[in-house]
């Protein structure tokens, strides 16, 4: 972004709550069954058909605002959004408007410049719409999923980058997954994002004129709109122009956003209380209750990990953020003899090779890591063995110690092989040895390199050493 501006960005999440049965009827929530074969009803709108509110729904939403830090409300309601689109076809949204469920919360991001708070304005419970599915041929719904139960999580404007944004997302992803509220499967729609986003000069404290990008579902693709949406408001801005109020949609083609409407102002939804729904009403222990089912949750387990662990804090927050990391560390840390060091072998090899945004989980490897951990801590491989067996484990699944014993990568210790190759390495590099022998002690260095480089990173660095000393003050 252009020095001079900045962007202010709040987010919609929308994200599918892990019931067995719709919002308001009984039809399963099931992924990727056959086209309009979960509707009854109910969910499809027909004269005379009533709902009934999903209590593990609310139970589910009560679970989110407790992750966030929110206000639970004991007293919220069910309303009307009423507009015409194919894929609602009761012409009208059952959502909450006036009274939602959970109310200020807050979301904590860790970026390079430190830890950011990211405020939660409102969680409100939710009916998904059906589905459009274009082709050639014609437009045509699927209703499965109509009436799944929903949250949206609205944030403040607070964000100001595609990277907070992006942190924002994972993070809120890895809690609320945690928390058991949703699968949070970005690629079956479980989890969409809406941007609103708009720029200003920095120092300004009044807001530009917003637009909003609609169903974002990859966090990349969100992150790439994010930018170029910046971008082109800042050039308008630049240029003399006018941001214009309007709905957008990102084109993964061509990188860049779209008009879908304009909005000359904001949106009339004619919002009412629902006539065939009851008020939610929840006592305090009743929310107490279902708050004290919560799971352990990222950051209380990263806190765990420092006391029991001793772990670094950074090192502590990467393996906590994901369920499946954490629980591959555990697994290993319960078995090997050294968890700080298991802890360093997965964050500093394996790590790097997962991407959570991928969404899938952390492969089931404790039991070759807690192998990997202790083979090095009894000093049979060395570092740089383990960066070898840690990438073959990682692309085979084989066992580390097979895989040391096929390919003999097991480290020397034995002085009586070692020193031949000392005595090779000190009459390749007289002048090194020289060096040494007038008190250079990083010739030393230069010697036990090659040593090590000559047993393929083999040789036992203190044996090497041990070696190489004795033999330059036998040749004084």
């Known amino acids: 972004m252009k020095q001079g501006y900045e962007a202010v960005i709040g987010l919609e999440v929308h994200c599918e709550l892990k019931t067995e049965s719709k919002i308001f009827c009984a039809c399963p929530t099931s992924f990727g069954a056959q086209p309009n074969t979960h509707c009854c009803p109910v969910c499809l709108g027909m004269p005379g058909a009533l709902p009934v509110l999903n209590r593990k729904a609310v139970e589910l939403a009560i679970r989110a605002g407790t992750a966030l830090h929110c206000e639970i409300h004991p007293d919220s309601r069910m309303d009307r959004k009423n507009y015409f689109y194919p894929d609602m076809p009761k012409a009208y949204q059952i959502t909450q408007?006036?009274?939602?469920?959970?109310?200020?919360?807050?979301?904590?991001?860790?970026?390079?410049?430190?830890?950011?708070?990211?405020?939660?304005?409102?969680?409100?419970?939710?009916?998904?719409?059906?589905?459009?599915?274009?082709?050639?041929?014609?437009?045509?719904?699927?209703?499965?999923?109509?009436?799944?139960?929903?949250?949206?999580?609205?944030?403040?404007p607070d964000l100001r980058t595609a990277e907070e944004a992006k942190a924002y997302v994972q993070k809120l992803r890895t809690l609320l997954t945690a928390a058991g509220v949703s699968d949070c499967r970005m690629q079956e729609?479980?989890?969409?994002?809406?941007?609103?986003l708009s720029v200003r000069r920095k120092g300004d404290s009044s807001l530009g004129t917003r637009t909003e990008m609609k169903n974002l579902n990859s966090v990349q693709f969100m992150a790439k709109a994010i930018q170029y949406e910046a971008d082109r408001q800042m050039q308008v801005l630049e240029s003399g122009g006018r941001v214009e109020q309007e709905t957008r949609r990102y084109n993964q083609e061509t990188g860049r956003t779209e008009v879908m409407r304009r909005k000359e102002e904001a949106d009339d939804y004619r919002y009412f209380p629902d006539p065939d729904l009851l008020a939610v009403r929840l006592s305090r222990?009743?929310?107490?209750?279902?708050a004290s089912r919560l799971p352990e949750l990222p950051d209380e387990r990263c806190a765990r990990y420092r006391e029991t662990y001793g772990l670094p804090v950074r090192d502590a927050e990467l393996l906590s953020q994901d369920l499946s990391v954490s629980r591959c560390f555990e697994e290993a840390a319960a078995k090997c003899k050294s968890p700080k060091l298991a802890a360093n072998i997965l964050i500093s090899n394996w790590l790097p090779l997962f991407d959570p945004a991928e969404e899938k989980p952390f492969p089931p490897l404790s039991a070759q890591l807690a192998q990997l951990a202790d083979l090095f801590e009894t000093g049979r491989i060395s570092s740089s063995t383990v960066k070898v067996l840690a990438l073959r484990v990682w692309e085979t699944g084989e066992s580390p110690q097979s895989a040391a014993q096929r390919e003999n990568l097991w480290q020397i210790q034995d002085e009586q092989t070692l020193l031949p190759v000392v005595q090779a390495v000190l009459a390749d590099y007289p002048a090194a040895a020289d060096d040494y022998r007038r008190g250079k002690q990083q010739a030393l260095q230069l010697l036990l390199g090659q040593v090590i480089r000559r047993t393929a990173g083999r040789a036992d660095p203190q044996t090497a050493r041990r070696l190489l000393v004795g033999t330059l003050s036998q040749t004084l």
């Open 189 to 196: 729609g479980s989890l969409r994002v809406d941007v609103n």
């Open 285 to 290: 222990d009743e929310t107490a209750e279902i």
């Open 97 to 156: 408007f006036a009274y939602p469920i959970c109310t200020a919360g807050w979301l904590e991001i860790e970026m390079k410049s430190g830890k950011k708070r990211i405020g939660i304005t409102r969680i409100h419970m939710e009916e998904d719409a059906g589905k459009m599915i274009h082709t050639p041929e014609g437009s045509m719904i699927d209703y499965n999923r109509a009436g799944v139960p929903l949250i949206e999580i609205v944030s403040g």
